[in-house]
Structures are given as C-alpha cells and as structure tokens.
C-alpha cells in the first residue's frame, strides 16, 4: 500500500504553462492528491476556489483572501467583458493588477450565462448573442472573442466557451447538439488561443445526465489534449444521485496525469464526496452568498447567526478553527469575535457579512487541506466517515446520495 503511494509520488507531466504532479492516490477510493503549478505559483489539489466574479470577493480585500491561504481563485470572463472591458483589461495588464492579486486565477468562459440569462441569450453555432443585463446593449460571445477577452484578462487557467444546457433538460436531440457544439467550439478556442506559453486552456465535458454522451465526450475532449479538464453543465437542479453518476462515469475515463474541475460545486458535502470520486477542483458561489445572510459553515453543520439563540453565545465561530475571525488575538486577555457578535450585526452592519465570508472562504479551502492529509496517509476512507459523523452525530440522517455514491467507491457509510 505505502509503495502505491511511493509510486504515484514520481508520476507528472507538462504543458507550457502548467505541471501537474501526482503525489497519492487513495488505496480505497479514486481520490487523489496532486501539485497544480501554474504560472503564478504552486496549487495544492484537492482545492475549493472562491468565486471573485467581477475580480473581487464581495466583502473581503485581496490581502485578506491571501490570508486565507487562497492560492487560485475564480473571476468571470463575460461579466469583466462588459466592464471594466477588454480595453481596460488590456490597458492595465490583466486581472492580476486590476484586482491586486499575484496568485492564480481561474476564468470562467461565459457559457454559464447561457443558462442563468437565458431569457437575455440567443445560441447559434456561431456564439451566443446576449442582451447585457446593465443596459440592454447586445454582445456576441464567440468560442475565438471568449478566448480573446481571456487572453486580455490574463487568467492562469482559461475555459472554453461550451454550449450550456441545463441537466434537467427532456430534450435529448438538444442535449447532443450542445455536446458536440461543445467539441466543436473547443477546436474554435485552440485555434484562437493567443497565449499557450503562458495560460491553460481546459475543455469542458458536456452531455447532461446520459452517461454514454458524457463518455463519448470525454474520449473527444481528452483526444484535444488540453492541459486539464472540466466536467460542466451540472449544479443545475438535478438530483444529487444522478450528479454523482455523472462525475464517477467522466473520472473513470479521464487520464491520470490531468487535473480534474468539476464546476459549480461548493457544499461540504459534495466536496467530499467529489473528491472519493476522482475530482480535484471546485468553485462555487454559495459560501460567501450564504455568508451575506448571516451563515457559518461549520464542521457541525451551517448555523443561522440571525437566530436569537446566539445573542448570549460568547463562543467563537467555531470551535478550533484557524482563520482570522475564529483564533484569538495573540494579546493577554484578547479573544476572536464571537457568535454574539456577529449576531448583533447580521443584516445591519456589512462587518458581519464581511467577517463570515473570511470564516467560511476559510472554512472551504481548509476542508480540502484535511482531506489532502488523509489522502497522502492514506485514511481517506476514515476522513470521509468522521466527516459525516460530525454532520450526523446520531448516526443517522446519512443522504441516501452519499451513501450510494460512497460505496461505489469502497466506502460503506452505515458501516458500524
């Protein structure tokens, strides 16, 4: 078993802007632990990447969100291309001087948008037409002008504008034509990539819950040989079931030596359970949105600050944490800020929301340090159990999701 490990430690390969080293594999599950570096540093994966949609996380300066240990986060492509613009963005230098930041930074396509403004977007093979939502200019978003607007924005990873459709969707004739409009706009955005020295282009698999789709795009996605790959198209309302499926059928046919992005993905649980399943990197909006309404992400679960319950409660955020807000001041008689605290200001004062986002950006990426630990001693299983266990003290109330998910993968839940 020590020897697998030993073994995966030497494998590694690169790209002209990125390596990728395996440094263990779960002797158990599919999960794995690897080096991410990109041109502005070192990524430990597995990782959570916080959401800074318009090259800010609402709430917290970039030196804070260093402070967190954050070593790549996310901005998006379509609302930076509407403003500040690729004028701007090309006459500051990119999004790394815009927003002060000198770790990695991920950018999203675009092609979201074609779901959450569906009612502003038009899909063609040639791009997608939108209506913007500030003043109702349109814009065409081609495969060749999201690669160019990426370009200018300097991100270390780039992604191919996919044709998006949500999961949900009946209808299967329009399912494959987004899967392998999909193909074809990854050929557009390689032929258009100005800057492969310097910035990874990752495809994105697409096929909505048919698992012979999504295996039929993996094998043309992984035929392209981009530098990392990403699962899309889910976080859209489908049945946790099926999502699961979905990301254990991609992985089991993605190679080794290729970092894996399953996109959209953010609650503890998911994180968790993605990565048994052979998934490396996430994103997601949900814990600094939840933090906005007054929510901590806990090892114990989300607690409501709002609740009249923790007017008197003097205890920290939570117990044993290590972020800013939770350890206590390195003065004589000083402490961290309370739950009390935060509860008189949650929805009165931006402090509250500022403090919880520190917490619970914190509380994400650590999650993702403590399952790399155990995946490098090979306890993964044992991590994923205590996991749960703290989320379910009584032993009970398991998602049937996880636990079906979880044994496909040699992990038995219930198992006393």
């Not at 096929?207 to 094998?219: A, K, S």
């Not at 030596?257 to 993905?265: D, E, N, S, T």
């Amino acid at each position: 078993m020590w020897a697998a490990r030993r073994m995966a430690s030497t494998m590694s390969a690169s790209s002209a802007a990125l390596t990728f080293e395996l440094v263990a594999k779960c002797s158990t599950t599919r999960a794995r632990a690897s080096i991410l570096t990109l041109p502005h540093g070192p990524v430990n994966l597995p990782i959570f990447m916080p959401v800074a949609t318009q090259a800010s996380l609402k709430g917290i300066t970039p030196e804070q969100l260093e402070n967190t240990r954050c070593r790549l986060c996310l901005n998006n492509t379509y609302h930076l291309g509407l403003k500040p613009g690729q004028e701007v963005m090309d006459a500051v230098g990119g999004a790394h001087k815009l927003q002060g930041w000198d770790h990695n930074i991920l950018t999203d396509s675009g092609g979201f948008q074609m779901v959450s403004l569906l009612k502003l977007a038009t899909i063609t093979e040639e791009g997608v037409r939108f209506l913007s939502p500030h003043d109702g200019t349109p814009m065409l978003l081609t495969p060749e002008h999201s690669i160019s607007l990426q370009n200018s924005i300097g991100s270390d990873i780039i992604m191919q504008l996919d044709d998006v459709l949500v999961t949900t969707s009946p209808d299967i004739v329009r399912m494959r034509e987004a899967m392998e409009r999909s193909v074809r706009w990854l050929d557009r955005c390689i032929a258009a990539h100005k800057h492969p020295d310097r910035q990874n282009l990752f495809c994105i698999i697409q096929g909505g819950l048919d698992l012979d789709m999504r295996r039929e795009c993996c094998r043309e996605m992984v035929a392209r040989d981009t530098p990392g790959i990403a699962i899309g198209g889910l976080s859209g309302g489908e049945a946790k079931d099926d999502f699961c499926r979905v990301v254990a059928a991609c992985t089991e046919q993605l190679p080794d030596l290729k970092p894996r992005y399953v996109m959209g993905i953010g609650y503890p649980e998911d994180l968790v359970v993605s990565v048994a399943l052979g998934a490396d990197m996430f994103d997601c909006v949900w814990p600094t949105r939840t933090a906005r309404f007054g929510n901590a992400i806990t090892r114990n679960g989300v607690l409501n600050l709002k609740r009249e319950m923790y007017a008197t409660d003097f205890g920290p955020l939570e117990d044993d944490c290590g972020c800013p807000c939770c350890r206590p001041v390195e003065q004589e008689g000083a402490m961290g800020i309370t739950r009390a605290f935060v509860h008189h200001n949650a929805a009165k004062e931006t402090v509250a929301a500022h403090l919880l986002t520190i917490h619970n950006v914190w509380y994400q990426l650590n999650l993702m340090r403590e399952a790399r630990d155990a995946i490098i001693a090979d306890r993964y299983p044992a991590f994923v159990r205590e996991f749960f266990s703290r989320l379910y003290p009584d032993g009970h109330g398991f998602p049937s999701w996880a636990i079906d998910a979880l044994r496909g993968v040699g992990i038995d839940l219930l198992e006393t």
